[in-house]
């Protein structure tokens, strides 16, 4: 049940509208960083593991053979290493995650205000960051005027969106952060029932061991 959890919130994250719509992005030959997805995708293999997993030392518990469940305990201490780090790549990347993804949008946004080479593509990408994140520019400067003087790039109601567009850049944050968030929420609960599940397999290996002896 909880690596049914697990994946269920990792597919979730995988297929959530906001990051796909930002993260398929290409602007001319280059694709927005994914790098967000690695996380997500160790969640995806840990929670199918886990359903696997927990139907071992299930059967094995029934079963009484500690065969079983010595493999149940030694997958659990790999998928616990997995998990750990995991976590310590998501705290050390946690930063550079959203980096990446605002330059991305710098480089795309300052194509399209100066008109350079490709600008089409990078109008479309600039568009779709703004949809999808309801916000305009980079930073306090451009967040303020762009939507006045290129409403080809921002909401139409241009004297709405002078007031209140948000800057792009800590939309960005918001975003990844809270997906992040949710990432550690799930990461910590998987560390908590995979130590649960260890101390069990170890006591039941010790009892069918003592019934086996007397």
């Not at 959203?98 to 300052?110: C, H, I, P, R, S």
């Not at 080479?117 to 960051?129: E, I, P």
């Not at 990461?187 to 009892?207: H, P, T």
Request: net charge negative; hydrophobic share 50%; charged share 15%.
């Amino acid at each position: 049940l909880a690596g049914g959890i697990i994946l269920g919130v990792a597919l979730w994250l995988r297929h959530d509208s906001q990051t796909t719509n930002i993260l398929y992005l290409q602007l001319g030959e280059k694709q927005a960083p994914n790098t967000f997805y690695v996380g997500i995708y160790i969640l995806i293999a840990v929670g199918a593991v886990m359903m696997f997993v927990g139907f071992l030392g299930c059967y094995g518990a029934i079963q009484e053979s500690q065969c079983l469940l010595g493999t149940f305990f030694t997958c659990l201490v790999i998928l616990f290493a997995c998990e750990v780090a995991a976590g310590i790549w998501g705290f050390v990347n946690k930063d550079q995650i959203a980096k990446d993804v605002k330059q991305f949008y710098d480089q795309a946004l300052q194509q399209a205000l100066m008109g350079e080479s490709d600008a089409n593509n990078a109008k479309a990408v600039v568009k779709t960051f703004h949809e999808t994140l309801d916000c305009c520019g980079s930073d306090i400067v451009t967040a303020t005027f762009t939507p006045v003087w290129r409403d080809d790039l921002c909401r139409k109601d241009s004297l709405k969106s002078f007031f209140e567009n948000t800057n792009c850049h800590k939309k960005i944050d918001e975003l990844f952060s809270g997906k992040l968030y949710l990432i550690g929420i799930a990461a910590v609960v998987v560390a908590v029932i995979m130590i649960f599940e260890m101390i069990l397999s170890m006591v039941l290996c010790c009892g069918i061991r003592n019934s086996s002896v007397y």
